[in-house]
Nanobody
Framework: QVQLVESGGGLVQAGGSLRLSCSASGRTFSSYAMGWFRQAPGKEREFVGAISWGRTSTYYANSVKGRFTISRDNAKNTVYLQMNSLKPEDTAVYYC???????????????????WGPGTQVTVSS
């Protein structure tokens, strides 16, 4: 069992930066792939990015590629989402998720993740 809690959300102006953290409980954290998803009002939850269990590979949605960076610290049971050059369209509730994802091709699929945090709000003003 893994419990996840996100933090670091808030209000920021367009062009600014935020770093989200996701703290996990459970001794098997390092064996899970970790994903970040977001959901804007009236929209489906969408993939933002993910990092493999071994920390060696990261994957991003095209909409955030080059602006967002995911990293993880397995010793601290924490995964991070560094968000730069934020845009108003990045406004959403951001969720982290953990899953024993079998292949990188499936990291963007919500159904591959077994555990989810409650989310943290990110609001980008224009």
């Amino acid at each position: 069992q893994v419990q996840l809690v996100e933090s670091g959300g808030g209000l920021v102006q367009a062009g600014g930066s935020l770093r989200l953290s996701c703290s996990a409980s459970g001794r098997t954290f390092s064996s899970y792939a970790m994903g970040w998803f977001r959901q804007a009002p009236g929209k489906e939850r969408e993939f933002v990015g993910a990092i493999s269990w071994g920390r060696t590979s990261t994957y991003y949605a095209n909409s955030v590629k080059g602006r967002f960076t995911i990293s993880r610290d397995n010793a601290k049971n924490t995964v991070y989402l560094q968000m730069n050059s934020l845009k108003p369209e990045d406004t959403a509730v951001y969720y982290c998720a953990a899953g024993a994802v079998s292949t990188p091709l499936r990291l963007s699929l919500k159904s591959e993740y077994d555990y989810w945090g409650p989310g943290t709000q990110v609001t980008v003003s224009s």
